[in-house]
């Protein structure tokens, strides 16, 4: 259930709520307002319970009197570290640990350090309450969601910081759209099926969503998507959305991979490394959740996004190592690796959004396995044609809390994708696999400014930190709203 969240200019012994999330500093300094709601005793309770008031670390303690609610201590660490990604993170601690409460009131924001943003600190504080509460539940016979429905910001409030827990709670409900479909079943999520969920969710928000069926696909020639899709039962898909606000100068395209599964095709995949592949279309979820709240946030230039969808299976219609495929821009590729799929769909995208004259262009893509060797779990690799552009995309992720970290793109390797029957080939040698993919994809952007995210790693957690809840993350979705956001053509 989504989350309201509302300010309150009330101390917090006034407040109407049924938990007090209030935090607490590093060597256990209660924050301002703390002291008239905790228990007696509360020094002693803390070092008991080995509560330092580290970040991560919560303590739900009753409250000063009876019949008043509940306290639970949140640690926030140093006061001068308290930025608006560890507002976020904390937020979302709270929000774990307050899972049976219905009303909670916080007194979090009034801990930030005066110079700090105190709207950007109140947007992180609305994303990490309905990011750390967020649960997928659809498959449980029992679900228990959690109780959390309203959150009250108390103390000195304001429009501007009441516009920021407006705009969070937005931005929380576009990740959760997309953490809803990575986490979906494939079974579940046809690219047709996809395509319906991506209308069902853009309607009334203000974009053009068209999707191009087999025969659309067919004849725009998609040979990509086309011989990705072949092997599957369930055709493949293409859904543009585009944005196109009166006033607008400048065109922004988004593209993201939608494999809805990766099996590898006749390349195909081990057991265990299919088990996370229903999550492949995570790109694609970014792109429809962002594209989703543009409108309601009043995004002033133009956006466009390009979605591919197909799913990559074995069969007798599958395409085979050696194939070669035609790109939407006439480039031919031998495919020598079915698993390769993502940057073949990616490159038909590619080509059409230059072809549609954007003025840059991302993607969004769970495109290798050697992103994740190089990076790891919680890092997306960030490449691109331009300096300044990736600039641009590296600065949005940062202020949005979303870790991203440059690769290069060596034009030494790019002879690795040397093909001796076609104009490429999709794989190139051992090494370097994150970057002859980007290089791969450099190919059809022509001389568009142009970023790749790889979010092999960061599209799924393994576990609960933070923000993020074991499963689909829903990576990007807040990198791109602040990147449409302030988009500047490069
Ligand atoms: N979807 C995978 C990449 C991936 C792997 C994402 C693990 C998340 C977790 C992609 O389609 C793929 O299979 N890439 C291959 C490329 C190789 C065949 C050149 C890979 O990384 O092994
Ligand atoms: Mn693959
Ligand atoms: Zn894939």
Not at 56 to 74: H, K, N, Q, R, S
Not at 77 to 84: F, V, W
Request: net charge neutral; proline share 6%.
């Amino acid at each position: 259930m989504a989350i309201t969240f509302r300010t309150a200019a009330v101390a917090p012994g006034r407040a109407d709520v049924d938990l007090l999330a209030v935090p607490v500093f590093a060597e256990r300094r209660l924050g301002p307002g703390v002291e008239a709601v905790v228990p007696p005793g509360v020094e002693v309770l803390m070092d008991r319970a080995g509560f330092a008031g580290k970040p991560d670390e919560t303590l739900l303690l009753p409250g000063a009197e009876a019949d008043a609610p509940a306290v639970l201590l949140i640690g926030v660490g140093d006061p001068a570290g308290l930025d608006t990604a560890r507002v976020r993170r904390v937020s979302a601690a709270a929000a774990r640990r307050a899972a049976r409460a219905a009303r909670v009131g916080t007194t979090l924001l009034e801990a930030v350090p005066a110079a700090a943003d105190r709207p950007a600190a109140a947007q992180a504080l609305a994303e990490g309450f309905a990011l750390g509460a967020y649960r997928y539940l659809a498959h449980k016979s029992r679900p228990e969601p959690p109780a959390i429905s309203e959150v009250v910001v108390l103390g000195r409030g304001g429009s501007r910081v009441h516009a920021a827990l407006e705009r969070g709670a937005i931005v929380a409900d576009a990740v959760a759209w997309a953490r809803d479909m990575v986490n979906t079943p494939a079974g579940e999520k046809s690219p047709a099926a996809f395509a319906r969920a991506a209308q069902a969710r853009l309607r009334g928000r203000g974009v053009r969503v068209e999707v191009m069926d087999p025969a659309a696909i067919r004849a725009a020639r998609l040979g990509g998507v086309l011989g990705v899709g072949q092997g599957s039962r369930q055709s493949p898909r293409f859904v543009k959305v585009t944005y196109a606000p009166a006033g607008a100068r400048h065109s922004l395209a988004l593209v993201g991979k939608g494999v809805v599964f990766d099996s590898g095709g006749l390349s195909l995949k081990t057991a265990s490394g299919m088990e996370t592949m229903k999550t492949d279309m995570s790109g694609a979820a970014a792109v429809v959740a962002v594209m989703s709240v543009l409108a309601e946030l009043g995004v002033r230039q133009r956006v466009v996004g390009y979605v591919p969808l197909v799913e990559n299976m074995p069969s007798g219609s599958a395409m085979r190592p050696g194939d070669v495929l035609r790109i939407r821009n006439g480039t031919t590729v031998e495919v020598l690796n079915t698993d390769a799929e993502g940057r073949l769909i990616l490159a038909d995208a590619l080509s059409l959004a230059v072809e549609d004259g954007a003025d840059a262009i991302v993607d969004l893509a769970t495109l290798t396995g050697a992103c994740m060797v190089a990076l790891g779990e919680q890092i997306a690799g960030l490449m691109g044609s331009h300096d300044r552009w990736r600039d641009q995309v590296r600065a949005a992720a940062e202020r949005a809390g979303e870790r991203v970290w440059p690769l290069p793109l060596p034009p030494e390797y790019r002879r690795q994708l040397d093909s001796e029957v076609a104009d490429l080939k999709n794989i190139g040698g051992s090494y370097g696999g994150a970057l002859t993919a980007g290089l791969f994809l450099r190919e059809f952007v022509g001389d568009v400014p142009w970023a790749h995210l790889d979010i092999a790693g960061p599209a799924r957690a393994s576990g609960d930190d933070g923000e993020t809840v074991k499963g689909g993350t829903g990576f990007g979705v807040r990198t791109l709203i602040e990147l449409a956001a302030r988009f500047r053509r490069p």
